[in-house]
């Protein structure tokens, strides 16, 4: 995913973007000693949600999330 920039004027929160190179999402494996914590993604649409998008597929249909912040204090306080 792409690295934060400025939150979204309108809602203050992070968009987030998927990866690409050559038309394919860019991966990496990395140690578990490495990961903080977990963060809380809403996928980023319009008006409508499309109806594929499950929560077993979202994060491959979608190519856009928003993190959200408010989702426990704890996140709050690290990301902000």
Not at 2 to 22: A, D, N, V, W
Not at 24 to 44: C, G
Not at 59 to 80: K, P, Q, W
Request: hydrophobic content about 40%.
């Amino acid at each position: 995913f792409t690295p934060f920039q400025q939150p979204e004027s309108h809602h203050g929160l992070y968009k987030i973007c998927c990866l690409m190179r050559h038309g394919e999402r860019l991966a990496s494996i990395i140690d578990v000693l490495d990961i903080r914590r977990s963060v809380h993604l809403f996928p980023n649409f319009s008006t409508v949600v499309p109806r594929e998008w499950m929560s077993s597929a979202v994060l491959e249909l979608c190519s856009s999330f928003v993190v959200n912040l408010f989702s426990d204090r704890h996140a709050y306080l690290t990301i902000v």
